[in-house]
């Protein structure tokens, strides 16, 4: 079993949910601390 590619998709999923998790921090901060 060739698990290259699983690997590959396991780390373009970390990376996209820590996008969104960075994106929302930044989306919170921008909400109650922006003003």
């Known amino acids: ?5 699983k690997e590959a998709e396991a780390m373009a999923l970390l ?3 820590e996008r969104k998790v960075k994106n929302s921090q ?5 909400l ?3 003003h």
Not at 26 to 30: D, E, L, M, P
């Open 26 to 30: 930044s989306f919170f901060s921008g």
């Open 1 to 5: 079993m060739d698990n290259s590619g």
């Open 15 to 17: 990376a996209e949910a």
């Open 32 to 34: 109650f601390g922006g």
